[in-house]
């Protein structure tokens, strides 16, 4: 686990292809004190994330074009990002899956959480504060 962002509001990068969930995700986070990346597709989003350094990622599974699990496991060979906790916002129950996956692969750590969708954003909010290490009742 990362610690606590030492330059200021935690970083945040949400990775989505519904537009809906990138706009409703981002103002929230916004206004609970994050600085908040969107992203709608994986193709490009590692450089993209790469010059944002977020402090979590999170990210989708099911997208067209390529899978967040394509983008999750880039994530976890690159040097830079491979510590980044990542959560998983998804309505696909692929947790055993993903799990064996990264396994298979000698990729780690596993994802920081995993948050229901439809999405219910004090869960987020939630998990997020949790895997960076941000008292529940405190700021952001």
């Not at 609970?32 to 790469?50: E, K, Q, S, Y």
């Not at 040097?79 to 298979?104: C, F, G, K, Y």
């Amino acid at each position: 686990m990362r610690e606590t962002p030492v330059h200021g509001r935690p970083r945040v990068a949400v990775v989505d292809d519904e537009p809906d969930v990138l706009t409703f995700v981002r103002l929230a986070l916004d206004d609970r004190g994050f600085d908040v990346l969107t992203l709608d597709r994986v193709a490009g989003a590692l450089p993209a994330l790469h010059a944002f350094a977020p402090d979590a990622v999170c990210l989708d599974l099911l997208m067209p074009e390529r899978t967040g699990l394509s983008l999750l496991v880039e994530i976890r060979r690159d040097p830079a990002l491979a510590q980044v906790p990542v959560l998983i916002l998804s309505a696909l129950n692929a947790r055993d899956e993903l799990l064996a996956t990264l396994r298979r692969e000698g990729l780690g750590p596993a994802p920081a959480a995993f948050v229901e969708k439809p999405l219910d954003l004090e869960s987020l909010v939630r998990a997020l504060r949790e895997c960076l290490g941000i008292a529940v009742g405190g700021g952001p």
